[in-house]
């Protein structure tokens, strides 16, 4: 079946750059997803990539698409502390289907 | 501004109550889902619904059911609650992929449910 492969933890430095990974089995969504869980709340849309696309820049946000390699990563620029969270990727539904397969998400520690 | 709405933050129950988790959107999507959250596992889908009086079953239906009377609201109702019932419960909704949008969810804040 189908199956989204995520880090458990990530520690940054506030400042640096974070890079979360994300690998995949099934490539029939349109679009790709990534949100971001902070403690004690829902899960909030942070930024797509349409499925034709191999990178999308979202002011301190790039998501790089690799279909080749079913390989989604999201990168953070210049990481704050208000960044800690819980980071899932997420497969939208393939045509005609309403099932969206989510990562176990990856925690993002920054450090002062 | 767009909002999923779940009735209660934070329930406690005991064992073999029946529990009701509400959850109300103002956004007229047409999909509405139930997950379950647990450490470790992520995101498991238990009911989904795309139109009124409609369900589907998700990966983990059992001991649960749904109602969808009206298209914003959509409540998960546990009928006999047990302890491995204890999780993290979201609702979300979405529009159907297509022109009207990306497909995105949108999540409520979450119901955390302790059974003892």
């Known amino acids: 079946g189908e199956d989204v492969e995520q880090s458990l933890f990530l520690s940054v430095r506030e400042g640096d750059s974070s890079v979360i990974n994300c690998t995949y089995t099934d490539s029939s969504s349109t679009y790709l997803y990534w949100y971001k869980q902070e403690p004690g709340a829902g899960l909030q849309l942070l930024t797509y990539i349409f499925s034709n696309m191999d990178m999308k820049q979202d002011q301190r946000l790039t998501v790089l698409l690799n279909k080749k390699d079913k390989h989604l990563s999201l990168r953070i620029a210049d990481t704050q502390t208000g960044d800690s969270a819980i980071y899932f990727c997420?497969?939208?539904?393939?045509?005609?289907?309403?099932?969206?397969?989510f990562g176990t998400g990856t925690r993002l520690k920054v450090l002062a | 501004d767009v909002k999923v709405t779940q009735s209660s933050r934070y329930l406690v129950k005991r064992t073999g109550e029946k529990v009701f988790l509400e959850c109300v959107q103002d956004m007229d999507h047409e999909n509405m889902f139930w997950y379950r959250q647990d450490p470790g596992l992520g995101l498991r889908l238990i009911y989904f619904?795309?139109?009124?009086?409609?369900?589907e079953k998700g990966d983990i239906p059992e001991g649960y059911s749904v109602s969808r009377e009206k298209k914003e609201r959509f409540s998960l109702i546990l009928e006999s609650a047990s302890t491995n019932q204890t999780s993290m419960y979201l609702c979300?909704?979405?529009?159907?992929?297509?022109?009207?949008?990306?497909?995105?969810?949108?999540f409520g804040e979450g119901s955390r449910l302790t059974v003892l």
């Open positions: 979300a909704s979405s529009s159907p992929l297509g022109a009207r949008g990306t497909g995105e969810l949108f």
């Open positions: 997420a497969l939208g539904p393939p045509p005609g289907t309403y099932k969206y397969i």
């Open positions: 619904s795309y139109d009124v009086k409609m369900k």
